[in-house]
C-alpha cells in the first residue's frame, strides 16, 4: 500500500461550484498533514496545514480524521485561479529527518 | 524569508554524461535538505534526505552510486546525476527545512533535465 494516496481526479468544475479531495494515509505514527497546491512546471506551495480540529482558511477547508487515517480539502466558491494540481503531503520521521511523503495529486480544473 | 533557489533552472545534456544540480537556502541555514523527483503527471517522489556533514539517506529504489549528494554547508547541497540517461530526464526539487523549524519545508523552483 502507498504511503499517500489520493483521490485520481481530474476534477472539472465551473466557477462558483465546490469541491471536494480526499487523501488517505497508511503510517498511523504520522503528525503532521499538509495540502499543497502546485502549478503547471513549479514547486508546491504550502496552502495550509491540516490539524485534527479541522481549520479554515478564507473558502479553504482541511479536515483530518485520524482514526480513518484520511484528510480533505474542500474549496468552496471556486474560482478560476485555483485551477492547478493539488497535493496532499504527510510527514515521515526518520533517523534522517523529517521528509514530506505526498500523494499523486489531484487536478483541479475551474472554467467559466 | 525562507528562499530556496536550485541552479541551474533548465538543463539539456546528452546521454552519458553528468549534471549537479545545486540547491541554496538563501537566507537561513538548513540542516537538513530533501531532494525529489516529478515525472510528467506524477507525484513529488522523494529520493534522499540530505544531512549537512554525512552521507545522504537514500529511499528505496534510488541508486546512491547513480544519483551523488553532497551536503557540506548548512546552505547548499548538491546533486549529481551520474552518467545520465534519457529515462533520468525529470524535474527535480530540492526542499530544505530551516534551523529554527522541525518540519516547515521550503521548497526551491526546481530544475527541468532533458537527456538526450
Known amino acids: 500500500r502507498k504511503e499517500v494516496e489520493q483521490d485520481p481526479g481530474p476534477f472539472n468544475v465551473p466557477e462558483g461550484a465546490t469541491v471536494a479531495f480526499n487523501c488517505t494515509y497508511s503510517n498511523s505514527a504520522s503528525q503532521s498533514f499538509f495540502w499543497y497546491r502546485q502549478d503547471c512546471r513549479k514547486e508546491p506551495k504550502l496552502l495550509m496545514s491540516v490539524y485534527s480540529s479541522g481549520n479554515e482558511d478564507g473558502r479553504f477547508t482541511a479536515q483530518l480524521n485520524r482514526a480513518s487515517q484520511y484528510i480533505s480539502l474542500l474549496i468552496r466558491d471556486s474560482k478560476l485561479s485555483d485551477s492547478a494540481t493539488y497535493l496532499c503531503?504527510?510527514?515521515?520521521?526518520?533517523?534522517?529527518?523529517?521528509?514530506?511523503?505526498f500523494g499523486k495529486g489531484t487536478t483541479l480544473s475551474v472554467s467559466s | 524569508g525562507a528562499v530556496v533557489s536550485q541552479h541551474p533552472s533548465w538543463v539539456i545534456c546528452k546521454s552519458g554524461t553528468s549534471v549537479k544540480i545545486e540547491c541554496r537556502s538563501l537566507d537561513f541555514q538548513a540542516t537538513t535538505m530533501f531532494w525529489y523527483r516529478q515525472f510528467p503527471k506524477q507525484s513529488l517522489m522523494l529520493m534522499a534526505t540530505?544531512?549537512?556533514?554525512?552521507?545522504?539517506?537514500?529511499e528505496q529504489g534510488v541508486e546512491k552510486d547513480k544519483f551523488l549528494i553532497n551536503h557540506a554547508s548548512l546552505t547548499l547541497s548538491t546533486l549529481t546525476v551520474t552518467s545520465a540517461h534519457p529515462e533520468d530526464s525529470s524535474f527535480y526539487i530540492c526542499?530544505?527545512?530551516?534551523?529554527?523549524?522541525?518540519?516547515?519545508?521550503?521548497f526551491g523552483p526546481g530544475t527541468r533535465l532533458t537527456v538526450t
Open positions: 503531503a504527510v510527514n515521515r520521521r526518520s533517523q534522517a529527518g523529517t521528509a514530506l511523503i
Open positions: 526542499s530544505a527545512i530551516p534551523l529554527t523549524s522541525s518540519y516547515e519545508q521550503y
Open positions: 540530505s544531512n549537512e556533514g554525512s552521507k545522504a539517506t537514500y
